[in-house]
């Protein structure tokens, strides 16, 4: 295993209530990413990090912010939650430090449900 | 904006049979490829990948796949599955201009009938 752990796991929450996901990595790595995986859509990459404090907007960023004030931890917010934002969230980390191979190693995901 | 396809959403095959799953990608540039498979219940792990150089690549349990560039594919192909192949599989790419980012198709759902 690369390492990679998501917190939580499961969550149900209401509509505009603020949710916060944790990516916790132990390999030190400069990359992480967060991705929303659904039927059909497959994953889609919400934001990344390359750095501490170093972050940049993915495909479907709208409604999301994140946060790196560590080298181990990414943080995705929703601030306000809604239904479209039902999905299940997978964190992934880069060994490709400096060299951008684009591969990826994934957490085991966290399901969101908004009600 | 670059794409990646995958035309088959599900694929049902019997033990031992071929397998192909197609996929397509939009850009024209310098490419890396990946092929991604996720178990039920189970996270995203690297199937294969291509960088560069012999364009058939061989990953782990049996899967290759092959770079066709001038038909922009990069197609999956294992000669004779089994049943715990049952999975959906992801073709990713990272692109020469965004290479930061990885862009994943739709994903295929293989179902292997024992």
């Known amino acids: 295993d690369a390492g990679i752990t998501q917190s939580p796991r499961h969550k149900v929450t209401e509509t505009g209530t603020p949710v916060t996901l944790r990516c916790h990595q132990t390999?030190?790595?400069?990359?992480m990413y967060w991705y929303r995986q659904d039927p059909g859509h497959g994953l889609r990459l919400i934001h990344y990090?390359?750095?501490?404090?170093d972050t940049d907007k993915g495909e479907v960023s709208d409604g999301y912010s994140v946060s790196r004030s560590k080298t181990e931890d990414f943080l995705l917010t929703l601030e306000s939650a809604t239904s479209s934002q039902t999905s299940v969230y997978f964190c992934?980390?880069?060994w490709g430090v400096g060299s951008n191979t684009g591969e990826l190693f994934f957490g085991e995901g966290s399901r969101l449900t908004v009600l | 904006a670059q794409s990646v396809s995958q035309h088959n959403h599900h694929v049902i095959l019997s033990e031992a049979a071929s397998l192909e799953l197609g996929c397509n990608y939009s850009?024209?540039?310098?490419?890396?490829l990946f092929w991604y498979v996720q178990y039920p219940g189970q996270h995203l792990q690297l199937l294969l990948k291509?960088?560069?150089?012999?364009?058939l690549v061989k990953g782990i349990k049996g899967f290759e796949a092959e770079f066709i560039k001038s038909k922009f594919s990069f197609n999956l192909r294992k000669p004779s599955v089994q049943w715990s192949d049952t999975a959906e599989y992801f073709c990713?790419?990272?692109?020469?201009?965004?290479?930061?980012?990885?862009?994943f198709g739709s994903g295929t759902q293989l179902t292997v009938l024992p």
């Open positions: 992934a980390i880069s």
């Open positions: 990090s390359y750095g501490v404090k």
């Open positions: 850009y024209g540039g310098t490419v890396n």
């Open positions: 990713a790419v990272t692109y020469s201009g965004s290479a930061r980012q990885l862009t």
């Open positions: 390999e030190n790595h400069r990359y």
């Open positions: 291509y960088f560069s150089g012999d364009p």
